[in-house]
């Protein structure tokens, strides 16, 4: 049985997680970290890593940047591997995270949903085929708490585009005024309101057609199921760096 921490356990993902949890064969939690310390349900809560004392295995991270550093000071004390589930991280947080890769595994991605990660790969070959002759254009849509714009997952999805041009082409984000004609930039455009909980499209608009691929998320239940195959996968990884794409790899 794995052992997972699940920091941000009392924020709607941690719930879901539980969740899942609860009938799961394979791996449980055991305690989480939050703001406050206590009982979330039957999973013991702790203000700080330092006062953990259950065994971890893995750690499932769906809180927030500020916690990042005493979050892979411990893991990296405690050799416990960690999946990072929040977006939002600045270039200190990114140096941090890559140091601590290469003392355990670290899992990482913006989106663990495993249709969003195949649409990644649709886009890139989609891009490669199409080519120049068709502009990109992001749409993505959440809710009205969301507080990065664009999304992680959006970027991903521009990456990825933008590697079958040898990322040469640059991001565009939104447009206003007299802007003049469109360029050879890939655009990224966000959309915040209601309880939308994640829908992103990747338009190709060429001449006299336009292709598109989307993916919509009913339920943040996609993502929690996600980050427990990726806890399941990273358990006894040596040091490194890893994504859904391992993941996919072993489907």
Same mark, same amino acid.
């Given at each position: ?29 055991? +305690? ?7 009982? +979330? ?38 050799? +416990? ?18 140091? +601590? ?29 199409? %080519? ?41 984000? %939104? ?17 915040? %309101? ?58």
């Amino acid at each position: 049985m794995i052992n997972i921490l699940i920091c941000g356990i009392r924020g709607k993902m941690g719930a879901n997680l539980i969740s899942l949890l609860e009938n799961d064969a394979e791996a449980q939690a055991v +305690c989480g970290i939050d703001k406050t310390s206590g009982m +979330c349900g039957k999973t013991p809560v702790y203000a700080s890593f330092n006062d953990v004392k259950e065994r971890v295995d893995v750690i499932v991270d769906f809180s927030s940047p500020a916690v990042l550093k005493q979050e892979t000071d411990w893991a990296v004390k405690h050799g +416990c591997p960690v999946v990072l589930a929040t977006t939002g991280y600045g270039e200190d947080d990114l140096k941090i995270i890559e140091n +601590c890769s290469k003392k355990i595994a670290v899992f990482k991605t913006a989106n663990f949903s495993l249709g969003i990660n195949l649409l990644v790969k649709l886009v890139k070959q989609a891009a490669a085929v199409l %080519g120049e002759d068709f502009d990109i254009e992001i749409i993505e849509k959440h809710h009205n708490q969301k507080t990065d714009a664009p999304s992680g997952t959006a970027l991903m999805l521009a990456e990825s585009a933008n590697s079958a041009f040898d990322n040469k082409k640059p991001l565009l984000y %939104g447009r206003e005024g007299a802007v003049g004609k469109r360029g050879n930039e890939i655009g990224l455009h966000a959309v915040r %309101g209601g309880t939308i909980v994640g829908e992103h499209e990747v338009v190709f608009a060429g001449e006299d057609e336009v292709i598109s691929v989307s993916h919509s998320a009913a339920s943040k239940k996609v993502f929690a199921a996600g980050a427990i195959k990726a806890a399941k996968f990273i358990f006894g990884k040596p040091a490194g760096k890893y994504d859904m794409t391992d993941v996919l790899k072993n489907l």
